[in-house]
C-alpha cells in the first residue's frame, strides 16, 4: 500500500465518522521490508492529518519525549503512542514529565514522593552537567 492510498483509506474512515486515525503502516506480511528509523511512521500521519483535516495518532519508534512534542508541535499528528518505550519502563510518561519539570503533571498520589525526588534528581543532574 502506498501513503496515498492510505490517505484514500482514512478518507473512508473519516466519511464514516471516525474521531482519530491510528496511523501505523502495516508489517502484517513477512514479504514487507519498511525502512525502520526514528519517527519512521510519522509521515504517513502527517499526510493524513494534513491532507484529510482528520485527527491522528503517531506511531513507529517514537521514543523520547523530544519526539513527541516535535511531532505534535509541527502538526504532525496529534497524538503520539510510544508503546515499546512503556513496555521497558510502565512509567516512561512520568520520567518525560519529571524531565520536563512539570509541577502539574498527574501523578497518582501514592507516587507524589517519589515524582518529587526524581524530579529534584533530573533537574540536579542538568545543573552539574551544566558546571562541566
Known amino acids: ?18 474521531d482519530l486515525v491510528d496511523v501505523s503502516s502495516g508489517q502484517v506480511s513477512k514479504a514487507e ?41 509541527a502538526g504532525r499528528a496529534d497524538l503520539c503512542a510510544t508503546g515499546r518505550p512503556h513496555q521497558m519502563d510502565p512509567n516512561w510518561t512520568l520520567h518525560a514529565a519529571a524531565a520536563l519539570q512539570l509541577k502539574d503533571a498527574p501523578v497518582p498520589v501514592q ?5 518529587f525526588q526524581l524530579a529534584l534528581n533530573m533537574l540536579r543532574a542538568l545543573q552539574m552537567a551544566a558546571l562541566k
Open 1 to 18: 500500500m502506498t501513503p496515498d492510498e492510505a490517505v484514500l483509506i482514512a478518507r473512508a474512515f473519516k466519511e464514516a465518522g471516525v
Open 33 to 73: 521490508k519498511p525502512v525502520y528509523g526514528r519517527m519512521f511512521q510519522t509521515p504517513f500521519s502527517d499526510q493524513i492529518r494534513n491532507e484529510l483535516g482528520v485527527a491522528t495518532m503517531a506511531v513507529g519508534n517514537i521514543w523520547e519525549v523530544d519526539h513527541v512534542n516535535s511531532i505534535i508541535a
Open 111 to 115: 507516587y507524589k514522593s517519589g515524582y
